[in-house]
C-alpha cells in the first residue's frame, strides 16, 4: 500500500475508499470536493439521499478531530482507517455521535475516540435503518454542485 504523505492526502484517500464502498454497496455516491462545509459525499439509494462526513487516519491508536459546530444529527459519520493490508470502516449516524465523541471543555474542539467505535464497525445498515438524511434547509447549499 502507498502511504499518503500528508493530512490532506490522508482525507483524500478516506473518501475516495468510502465512496467506492458506498457504490458497492449500491449507493450513487459523489464526492462533493469541498463545495458544502461539513460534507464529504453525498449518496442516494432509491428515495433516500445522505450526507456523509469522513474523518481518516492511518492508525486506530489516534482520535479523528472534528469540532464541536460541525456535529449534526442528520450526518453520518464514517471513521476510515487505512491499514497496511485492509481498509476498516466505522459508520456512525450523526444522532448517535454523542457516544463516541469527546467534547473538549474550551466548547470548540473534540474528537471521536476510537475505544468506543468497536459496535459501528462495518454498520453499513444503518445507512439504511437511520432516519437520518438530506434536510431540505441543507439543498440550498449544495446548489453549487
Known amino acids: 500500500m502507498i502511504v499518503p504523505t500528508s493530512n490532506g492526502q490522508t482525507g483524500l484517500a478516506g473518501e475516495h475508499a468510502t465512496t467506492a464502498a458506498l457504490l458497492r454497496r449500491g449507493w450513487a455516491a459523489a464526492m462533493v470536493h469541498g463545495h458544502s462545509p461539513g460534507i464529504d459525499i453525498l449518496a442516494a439509494k432509491g428515495d433516500r439521499t445522505i450526507q456523509v462526513q469522513v474523518k481518516t487516519s492511518l492508525t ?21 482507517i487505512l491499514e497496511e493490508e485492509r481498509t476498516v470502516f466505522y459508520v456512525v449516524p450523526g444522532s448517535q455521535i454523542d457516544a463516541v465523541y469527546y467534547r473538549s471543555p474550551c466548547g470548540i474542539l ?32 449544495l446548489g453549487a454542485l
Open 60 to 80: 486506530f491508536k489516534t482520535g479523528f478531530p472534528l469540532k464541536q459546530a460541525m456535529l449534526k444529527p442528520h450526518v453520518f459519520y464514517i471513521c476510515v
Open 110 to 141: 473534540g474528537q471521536i475516540r476510537p475505544k468506543n467505535l468497536e459496535p459501528f464497525r462495518g454498520a453499513w445498515q444503518r445507512l439504511e435503518q437511520q432516519s437520518e438524511g438530506l434536510m431540505p434547509q441543507d439543498l440550498g447549499a
